[in-house]
């Protein structure tokens, strides 16, 4: 099926070649509408020049067949002249009236001979044969019998017949002496003279066709036409001709179309006489190539004007398609640099003036724009925004290069990594912004007045910074390492003046060497934040990376599923520290403490796996866990007949936790305890990390009827605005000022005054670190309510707390004087 011309025009039905650019597209798109323009012009053109030429044939044709009807009109004038001249001859008429044969021959034959006719004849009244010039007429006398009638009526006659398979045109007048004594015809040949004339006169070719009766066929006795055509013409034409003139003997003449040796001619066929089935037909033919011929020119001049069009408009849209197409190929070029990433190499032709120029500019103005975002993005992607230091992926990347170059130069590469303490304080109390404006003075003062003028120092993130020195000598690295740590540690000595806030900061830092403790920067980064997280932990000082450090590392990384698989198997334990009233020594409550019976390892302490599962959240499992072993353990106390508070202590991530009421309340029902039975310990730091949230979960808790205390009482931050607005009952003093108050007089002093603070306040107050009985009496005479340490108890599993209890409320009668050394000391425990 021939696709439509819609989908033809259609660039995807093109042929590859055509397709394949757009100056192809252009070239090819005007020469084609240029051929496509000529060709309907040149066939416009000659379809009229056709049609003119066919129009200017018919009306020739026309003119021929008038003009030849005028000739053999003329030629029988002329002929009646001469037969009326010889009928008017005296001595004719006198040689007719003699009856002088021989003379009338005589007169006949050199009258006929004078005016060019072949047939002279003399015919008595009675229309026959009397004398005659040629032998052989008598074949005329049907025919003078037909131009009798009308010789009679007009005085004169003519006609053309065919006689021996020939044309003649034959005339007849009277002679008359003064009657009608005979009649007088004449006739001549239409021979070859005279289609030659006609030819001459009118350009047509004349041939003459004759048929001796109804049953001969036509045959061409004179035509102009060469001889081969000739032959041709008599053998196609025949029947056409007799088709032809047998439909048109009314009409006299027909309009037909032959095609002779490849030439085409239009004709007109005319019928001069028809008698008896004898029929003379004159063929007026006019060769259609002979009248467009002198048209061709025109149109061999169109084609050449169209070759030189071609060529102009070839020329032209192949210099338009460059000017279009060289700066889209610029534009390409340019968005190709853009792709591989050159966003430097501005873009030519901006100065044009049309839509390309525009196009163009657009296009330079988007490169400059996506060069600035590139730098943007390339200088976030290296740098950090807020300190204008290296970020982290910078620093990796320079450490990786440092440590290439230290490999090729026998030199070493060490990194300090740094972690400011108490940022999130600062950020919580003074907010983000003057976080912000910390962050920005440490790092001037790390590059200012802490480091070498060689040394990076990035900031890879929060409020950790690093530091790298690049080129050491293996001989001293570390020793220059630790020189240049001990100088940061100097420099935040200082406090830190910002917006007319004083701050004191301090940092955690931590060491590493290459190749002493890494083989690669990855590695190198990874051990000095290692020994970073160590040095925040220990509160030492700097801490240069041990292998030691790692393994202890490396067991934290299976710690959280195997918290998890303590807890579904029952592998922690859970220990109770027994508090007493310094009154009179009654056991009036217990500290919970969980222990860990892990598998492998034994008994595992609790600072190797509390800070852990306050780092990752499961710090909340545990706390609900040691909530309901405490709430099982204080029904079973309580069902034996003992009445104690157990405290349990809460994290920060407890405190942030809103549904954390609602769990225990869940966990009082269900054991059916009631929340006086608890008393739940918080520290400072805690309450201070998000203090709304933190006293909003405090409100809940202390609303259900919880205990609340503070416990390690002096050694946060906190203000007394806060204690003033929690919802405590008691303090907790820590046991740094308790351990020693009995030989240190400001420890004693910080503990009287932090027992009448909390009195003032109605709160209770507990000291714990109890190790002595001075301690114990100590605290007595400052009025302090209760007392915990190992003096009395050390931590002990539940079931054994249960005995130790019983067995204290038994010797309660018993005297107790806490002076007497050893024996009252074996006594408490």
């Not at 060019?116 to 040629?134: E, K, P, S, W, Y």
């Not at 290459?514 to 290692?530: F, I, K, N, Q, T």
């Not at 919970?592 to 008994?603: C, K, T």
């Not at 157990?646 to 609602?662: A, F, G, K």
């Amino acid at each position: 099926m021939t696709p439509p011309v819609r989908s033809l025009l259609h660039p995807s039905q093109w042929p590859r070649w055509i397709g394949s650019s757009l100056g192809t597209r252009i070239v090819v798109l005007f020469l084609g509408l240029l051929l496509l323009v000529q060709a309907a012009s040149f066939l416009a053109i000659r379809a009229s020049i056709d049609r003119n030429a066919r129009a200017s044939i018919t009306d020739e044709l026309q003119v021929g067949e008038r003009v030849l009807t005028r000739v053999l009109d003329q030629n029988a004038q002329k002929l009646a002249e001469g037969a009326s001249l010889l009928a008017a001859d005296y001595g004719f008429r006198a040689a007719v009236g003699s009856n002088d044969a021989d003379t009338i021959a005589s007169v006949l034959a050199n009258h006929g001979e004078r005016i060019g006719a072949t047939v002279t004849a003399l015919l008595d009244t009675g229309f026959h044969l009397r004398a005659a010039a040629q032998p052989g007429l008598q074949e005329l006398l049907p025919v003078t019998q037909r131009l009798a009638a009308r010789a009679l009526a007009s005085k004169r006659a003519s006609e053309i017949v065919v006689l021996g398979q020939r044309p003649f045109q034959l005339v007849m007048v009277p002679m008359r002496a003064p009657v009608v004594v005979g009649w007088v015809l004449m006739g001549f040949p239409i021979d070859q003279r005279l289609v030659d004339d006609m030819h001459a006169l009118s350009s047509l070719q004349v041939s003459l066709q004759v048929r001796a009766d109804a049953a001969s066929t036509w045959s061409t006795a004179v035509s102009t036409l060469p001889l081969a055509t000739r032959e041709q013409l008599e053998k196609q034409a025949a029947l056409s001709l007799a088709q032809v003139n047998g439909d048109n003997l009314a009409a006299g003449s027909a309009a037909l179309t032959l095609r002779l040796l490849d030439n085409e001619y239009s004709g007109r066929t005319v019928m001069l006489a028809e008698h008896d089935g004898a029929a003379v037909s004159a063929l007026l033919l006019r060769s259609v190539d002979d009248a467009v011929a002198p048209y061709r020119q025109l149109q061999l001049g169109l084609a050449a004007l169209t070759l030189v069009g071609v060529l102009v408009f070839g020329i032209g849209s192949v210099l338009t398609a460059r000017h279009v197409t060289t700066p889209l190929r610029r534009l390409a070029t340019a968005a190709e640099r853009l792709g591989a990433g050159d966003y430097s190499t501005p873009l030519r032709g901006l100065t044009r003036s049309d839509e390309l120029g525009d196009v163009a500019r657009a296009f330079e103005r988007m490169r400059e724009n996506i060069g600035e975002q590139q730098d943007e993005i390339l200088k976030l992607a290296y740098w950090d925004p807020l300190t204008a230091l290296p970020n982290r992926l910078q620093f990796r990347n320079a450490v990786r290069d440092a440590i290439v170059a230290a490999g090729k130069a026998g030199r070493t590469v060490s990194v300090i990594m740094l972690d400011l303490d108490r940022f999130k304080h600062v950020n919580d109390v003074l907010g983000y912004r003057f976080g912000d404006l910390l962050l920005r003075g440490v790092a001037e003062r790390l590059t200012q007045q802490a480091v070498r003028g060689g040394d990076l120092v990035a900031r890879l993130g929060g409020d950790e910074f690093a530091v790298l020195l690049a080129g050491l000598d293996p001989a001293t690295d570390l020793a220059l390492t630790g020189t240049v740590a001990r100088r940061i540690q100097q420099a935040f000595d200082a406090a830190l003046t910002l917006e007319d806030q004083t701050v004191d900061i301090s940092a955690s830092l931590g060491l590493a060497n290459w190749p002493l403790h890494a083989g690669d920067a990855d590695v190198l980064l990874s051990r000095a934040e290692v020994a970073m997280y160590i040095a925040k932990r220990r509160h030492d000082g700097p801490m240069v990376y041990d292998p030691a450090l790692d393994a202890a590392s490396s067991q934290t990384l299976s710690l959280l599923s195997e918290l998890r698989h303590a807890v579904d198997h029952d592998e922690l334990r859970l220990y109770l520290q027994p508090k007493l009233a310094l009154g009179n020594a009654r056991v009036v409550g217990a500290e919970a403490l969980v222990r860990w019976q892990h598998p492998r390892r034994g008994l595992v302490p609790p600072m190797e796996f509390i800070p852990f599962a306050e780092q990752t959240g499961f710090i909340r499992v545990l706390t609900l866990w040691i909530f309901e072993q405490t709430a099982q353990m204080w029904k079973r106390l309580h069902d034996g007949g003992q009445t104690l508070t157990i405290s349990v202590n809460l994290s920060t991530r407890d405190l942030l936790d809103p549904e954390l009421p609602q769990k225990f309340d869940a966990l009082l029902v269900r054991h059916s305890v009631p929340a006086e039975a608890f008393c739940l310990e918080i520290t400072e730091s805690a309450i201070m990390d998000d203090p709304q949230r933190a006293q909003a979960t405090l409100d809940k808790l202390s609303a259900l009827g919880f205990r609340l205390s503070i416990d390690d009482f002096g050694t946060g931050y906190s203000s007394l605005a806060y204690l003033k607005r929690l919802p405590v009952d008691e303090l907790k003093i820590d046991k740094s000022f308790v351990l020693n108050m009995e030989k240190d007089l400001d420890d004693a002093r910080i503990v009287r005054s932090t027992i009448d603070l909390a009195h003032g306040l109605g709160l209770t107050v507990v000291a714990e670190g109890v190790e002595n009985a001075q301690v114990w009496e100590l605290l007595r005479e400052l009025a302090c309510d209760e007392a915990q340490g190992f003096h009395m108890g050390r931590p002990m599993p539940a079931a054994e707390f249960a005995r130790w209890s019983t067995g204290w409320s038994t010797r309660q009668a018993m005297t107790v004087t806490l002076g007497k050394g050893p024996d009252v000391a074996i006594t408490l425990h």
